[in-house]
């Protein structure tokens, strides 16, 4: 049974800095896509970002990019998600999720989520 985990979210003042982690058991994910998507309350899940398998191709929403960096360590299993210059709006709870690729639209793994909240 393959299992992701979400670890690294906090309390965190604006401008602040986090680094999430999802680690995944059960089965090596490294030629799946990884995404991460966050919902704040009362609010739709959003897209945050996605990186291949081999770690060549990356996307991100337009509110974050060059504020957050996704990367991913394959021999431990590992997706990252490091977070700079925070701002309030990025508070939310925050999900990794896997697809067997890029181009997939559907995903086969959800972690249960980390939250992040930044205070003004």
């Known amino acids: 049974q393959v299992q992701l985990v979400e670890s690294g979210g906090g309390l965190v003042q604006t401008g602040g800095s986090l680094r999430l982690s999802c680690a995944a058991s059960?089965?090596?994910?490294?030629?799946?896509?990884m995404d991460w998507f966050r919902q704040a309350p009362g609010k739709d899940m959003e897209f945050v970002a996605t990186?291949?398998?081999?770690?060549?191709?990356?996307y991100y929403t337009a509110s974050v990019k060059g504020r957050f960096t996704i990367s991913r360590d394959n021999a431990k299993n590992t997706l990252y998600l490091q977070m700079n210059n925070l701002k309030p709006e990025d508070t939310a709870r925050y999900l990794c999720a896997a697809r067997t690729s890029i181009s997939t639209p559907t995903y086969e793994y959800w972690g249960q989520g980390t939250q992040v909240t930044v205070s003004s």
């Open positions: 990186i291949d398998g081999s770690s060549s191709m990356t």
């Open positions: 059960g089965r090596t994910l490294r030629t799946y896509a």
